[in-house]
DNA sequence: CATGAATGAGTCTTCATTCAT
DNA sequence: CATGAATGAAGACTCATTCAT
């Protein structure tokens, strides 16, 4: 092939990555405003300056719109935590290491970090992405973490690996939606990382084996005296 | 009481109700199946085994249905929390006692629960439902909470109690989910249960304030020494 | 029930009735004025006179609609030329009964003939309406007629049934196209019954056994000496 | 001939000839394969092997790429019957040439033979092509034709022009048909060779003149005493 | 109260056609 | 000539909501 033709080509691949990115960054941004129901193509086609059927000719439909930011968003999450995971290390520094990730993500790109969440970390029952890939495989991941940890005596005995992990990403889940969702003021970069200390810290000091029973004692038995009376006043839901 | 027209009168009142609550219960169900973005107001019709203008006679529109599915369930979910947060109680029994309130709904009613927290709990923006009515006022709450045991002295100083709330309700909600969505065989109660003694134990051991320094030190040494090496290696999201 | 109910509910499904019928008849005309591909579900709404959607609450889409079109008026013309072939009669009685029914189809419903001839007879490949069910159906059917009357000795004995049954569906088919497309001049129904006329005598003049051999003889040779001259002019289409 | 610029000309001139040439052929399987409207550009260009945009360097645009397909196919063949038409000799010979053209046709190219009777010889109302200039124009000159040998006195006397030159196409345009769609296991040419001589004789043996009054006299009476009872049964189209 | 036929605005999706390279 | 990215008009289909009975 001549020269010309080659770099043209290079450069037309290049282009078409560059409007593939483009529609994609829209769409992210777009569902991070709207939601994925909410908006509609021409949406997404207007924010990233594109005619409308330019989007169908990337992408094969709505569905592989979302199907790809999150394979994007949520595979490069899931890649760097498994590369955590499977580090030879103590879980103190495994877990600040996930907790790590997740922030990092966050700050690298906020807005996408909140369509993975609302939009399809745990999308619908029924809807075309499959949960158990998505919240389910971080847990499975974890929970693969915290076993390990606990073959090797770094877990407190009487929790169960899956708990851990749950708690793990729900505290990291929900402190994240709380900074997307604008419920607390990110004023400042040391705020985030504050926030991201004390969760691997508070974490940490839950799940920890602890040399002296500590002063959880006490509590039991408020909790217990307390229990019965509370559980009567449970009634069903209409 | 008399048994004429104000029997009947209480009779149709009665009836209209169950009604009510059928169309109210199915909707809940479909929900949970096919979210709601999913389902058609004639599946929910279908499910009550009413007619499918009925629905409208009971509720204005599709979104007064899940607002009102919303409102019943949160709004109980949140009203018990909130009698758990007014108790003048320890921290420990608070943390019992919200960690109760929310496995108790589980156990009542799963797919109430599931349709909360995939449907409405965070709702992507743009959606009727306000998030911060959901997920924010639980936290707001929570953090009343936890702003009182501080002050009592019942938390480790290091940590927000914005933070303490964050993580508390991510870990209930996390857990839940994976129960909710089967992640986990709940074959027996006692699984439940145990899972539930586990988050407030775990959490607790995380945010209770440490008479000893605890086990914690080294670890946080190991983490120091290896975290630019992670840092550096965050990329760009696509 | 009460007789007020089975009144309205009776009343309402005859109006139901009627609409789907309104509609039917709309989507044949309206087919046989622009085609299958060149109208729009909305012309044939407008046509009826009623809403856009209403369509879609009778037919599940487009191609049903065609579909029944199709069937309403194939599967009775079919049915009558069944009817026919199942008579006990001699072969000349039953190609007039098919000549009848296929002219008397024309006469109740031209445009309905139309659509059928046009549209669906032979719908191009790769389309829903399967061919072998409607022109290889008509022929399969007019072949076993042939064959019969061949077996009782009252046909050719040089023709094959199913060459027959091409020609006669052919010769119905083609001169219908032309009243239908209004070639000939239908000024009448003389005219109309006239042309019917001629099909059956010089169809069955064709294929009824000659006692005598005919003048068909030297016509043969004249045929056989200009064969190859005609035969080496064929050029392949491009 | 000189080799140099002249021929560098032609070369070129042969070569996009040739790519003409590969885009029609790959338009022609493809409208037989898939139809017209079920086909796109984008097929088109893939069976040619070439790319998107070509087509519309030898094509105005879809339609005349129909268009062109139907020239080609149709055109050829009106121009053969054409001439045979034109013949001075008498019908017979008239009759063998013009289905020895149509089955010739059919023996070079039969996908082609397909798209035409398919797709453009009865193009739906309201399409491009004049339905006069396909089926019309065949007819009309059949027409011709016959009324020449009316004139001549090679045609029953009560006979049409415009039926004979009606039945005929239709005649060979079925059985064409039949073979195009698979409705007959054409395994070797001389099924094919036998259909076309039966297609003649028998067209012939109904439309010239009979010398004796022939069979069809008592099957004429069995006709006219039952026809009355078909015709009271038919019923109106839904 | 109940019913479900009727309405029609809102969207996705297709694909012929153009155009810059 | 060749390519295939870009465009956008056209139209099928959905489904929340209304309304007459």
């Not at 847990?139 to 708990?163: C, K, S, Y």
């Amino acid at each position: 092939m001549a020269r010309t033709g080659k770099a043209a080509a290079e450069e037309a691949g290049a282009r078409e990555s560059e409007r593939r990115k483009t529609i994609l960054r829209a769409a992210i941004d777009v569902f991070a405003k709207k939601g994925y129901h909410g908006c509609r193509i021409a949406d997404v086609a207007r924010e990233a300056g594109v005619a409308y059927g330019l989007v169908y000719h990337y992408f094969k439909n709505k569905d592989e719109l979302l199907q790809t930011v999150f394979d994007a968003g949520w595979g490069g999450f899931i890649a760097r935590i498994r590369e955590v995971v499977a580090r030879d290390a103590h879980i103190v520094e495994k877990v600040h290491g996930v907790t790590q990730v997740a922030f990092e993500a966050y700050r690298v790109d906020p807005r996408g970090v909140k369509v993975i969440i609302l939009e399809v970390a745990r999308a619908p029952a029924g809807e075309r992405i499959n949960r158990q890939s998505a919240v389910g495989e971080a847990i499975q991941l974890a929970n693969e973490m915290f076993e390990r940890a606990r073959d090797r005596g770094e877990l407190r005995a009487d929790l169960d690996p899956f708990v851990c992990a749950g708690m793990l990403f729900g505290a990291l889940e929900m402190c994240l939606t709380a900074l997307v969702l604008g419920l607390v003021d990110v004023q400042d970069e040391a705020m985030v990382e504050r926030v991201q200390r004390q969760i691997s810290d508070a974490f940490l000091g839950g799940i920890l084996p602890t040399p002296s029973t500590g002063p959880a004692v006490d509590a039991e038995d408020a909790w217990k005296r307390d229990r019965s009376s509370t559980r009567s006043k449970t009634e069903r839901r209409s």
